[in-house]
């Protein structure tokens, strides 16, 4: 099927859109590709093939300002998007996932072009490749519902990663960080400061005061460890208390919450909203 860019925008632009098989929406989409032969095979470690999907189908500047450049907050660079761990009917062997029937993944953005090029390049294509596997993009799915006020319990559908870089013995070390410890929060909060400034610009926006991102449901089970081009990675999955006022929250639900966001991290959904009037979330 081929679309020109007006109606590939005018499908990005609006809340949803029912086309055939297809329903695209701006900030965030369930994917769902089926494998031409099944069942669909793929590392353990996967992170950095999702990531280069994405890039491989954007239209060619963009995919290249995106990587050399992104949206700059003094020496560092935000892509300012994210994905989450991959959804479907699996089984594990021999340190690979293998796949019987769809595969998907939720993708998010809070910049309406990359989304736009991304849905605009998949429905053009006659054969898409992942894990030099031929799929067939099968759905496009909007999530319609975006939180709009907090305080809630959310549910990580990528790891949650922060950490601190510092030199010993000549050496770049990394530290990553827990969510029993004080730091994180407070790390995180300020990471969420950067991505802001980076995306809209200086300006003046609401203090952070009263915020807070909290365990809520978290142990040491929750601890992911991933291989991400030859560097570990560790970050947290479960349920966490996400306090944020505007226009953070949106940002982070669009570009994700931590560090390493474009690589597969700190994507969530909302778990509980409900509160009762002693502040206590209702199951």
Known sequence: MLYTKDIVRFLTKN?????GRYIICKMRVLFEFTPRVSPFVIPVHYNSIIQSFIYVNLEQ????WLHDHGFAYHKRSF??????RLFGNSKLRSRHFVFYGPVRFYFSTPYDELLESLVKVLLKKEKIELNDQEVTLSKAEILPIRPTQSPFIIKMLSPLVIYSTFEKDGKKKTYYYNPAEADFQKLVLE???RKLIAFRGEGKY???????IKPYRVNERNLSIVKYKGFVIKGWMGLFKLNLPEPYLSLAYDAGLGAKNSQGFGMWEVYK?????RGRFIR
Do not use: I, V
């Open 191 to 193: 990471n969420l400061k």
């Open 61 to 64: 500047n963009l995919a290249s």
């Open 79 to 84: 892509k300012m998007f994210t994905f989450s």
């Open 206 to 212: 609401p203090e952070l005061e009263g915020a807070y």
């Open 15 to 19: 809340l949803f859109l029912s086309l």
């Open 273 to 277: 909203e409900q509160m009762s009037e």
